[in-house]
């Protein structure tokens, strides 16, 4: 009515509100603009006042919790909280929560193969064991999801891919570099296991069809027991689950030259490392190299 009564006036406004469900007399309007303030509206415009300053002063990441609590602390004991919560939707403020690591892993429901590896990450030669996953990366742009299938044998990361999102494109151009780089270079991959968790992904269609066209047997870890743990063979986590520093995740990548921060690190604290050479990339390959020269510590 403001807005029009300059143009109308206030009673033909009123009049044209009675076929509608907001009816308001004239007199009703005439009271409300001489009707002064009540105490609620005079409160709630100095708290308001109180709120938006402390919410600047903390760079805007508070929430109603915290300026609450920071009102109680500068001595504004009587507000209650919902007071806070109200006259902050009201005013357009929010606090800044925090960011939630991406979702990788949506299992599939229906046809899930065996687990023939049992979280027992070794291999006697090459492309005897396959181990494939999906990890997630921050970067300035938004979250950035990379694919990745290891040769157990060597620690070489034979297949990768990036992308933005989680198709089961991500996991098959991974899959299908791999699959390209060993019959390249005419290895036998009759006797492959390829190991996955139960991603959406693996369990593709396309990603299965993929496996039987190369003679690959699909191996599936069990429910819970998923590669993202401390005891990955493919990704460095700690035991909380949390991801360790970007650019130092994996292991080695076979034409990257990428190669996992903790694994080096152990490596150089190895006692073998210095009579076996320095270019150890991880214990594992340690050990095997002790075990074929006599007299090296492990």
């Not at 406004?13 to 009816?23: E, H, N, R, S, V």
């Not at 229906?110 to 023939?116: A, E, G, K, N, V």
């Amino acid at each position: 009515m403001d807005e029009h009564k300059a143009e109308h006036g206030v009673e033909p406004i009123c009049a044209a509100l009675k076929t509608t469900t907001a009816q308001i007399a004239p007199s009703t309007y005439y009271a409300s603009k001489k009707r002064p303030a009540s105490a609620r509206a005079l409160r709630d415009l100095a708290l308001i006042t109180v709120i938006a300053r402390i919410h600047a002063a903390n760079y805007g990441v508070y929430g109603a919790r915290k300026v609450w609590h920071a009102l109680k602390r500068e001595g504004h004991d009587e507000v209650a909280r919902c007071t806070v919560e109200r006259l902050m939707r009201v005013n357009g403020l929010r606090g800044v929560s925090k960011e939630k690591a991406p979702r990788t892993t949506r299992p599939a429901r229906d046809d899930i193969p065996d687990d023939f590896v049992n979280r027992q990450f070794v291999a006697s030669a090459p492309n005897e064991l396959w181990v494939a996953d999906i990890t997630y990366i921050k970067t300035h742009s938004g979250w950035v999801y990379a694919s990745f299938v290891m040769d157990m044998f060597s620690r070489f990361i034979v297949g990768w891919q990036v992308a933005t999102s989680l198709h089961t494109r991500l996991a098959l151009d991974a899959l299908d570099m791999a699959i390209w780089a060993r019959t390249r270079a005419g290895d036998d991959l009759s006797s492959l296991i390829h190991h996955s968790d139960r991603g959406v992904q693996y369990r593709a269609v396309r990603y299965t069809e993929r496996l039987a066209e190369a003679g690959a047997v699909a191996s599936v870890g069990s429910k819970g027991d998923c590669l993202l743990t401390g005891q990955s063979p493919l990704q460095g986590r700690s035991g909380g689950g949390q991801p360790r520093s970007r650019g130092a995740r994996f292991a080695r990548c076979g034409g990257v030259g990428m190669r996992h921060g903790h694994r080096r690190r152990c490596c150089q604290s190895s006692p073998g490392r210095a009579a076996l050479g320095a270019d150890l990339s991880c214990p594992a390959r340690a050990r095997r190299r002790s075990q074929r020269l006599p007299g090296v510590p492990d």
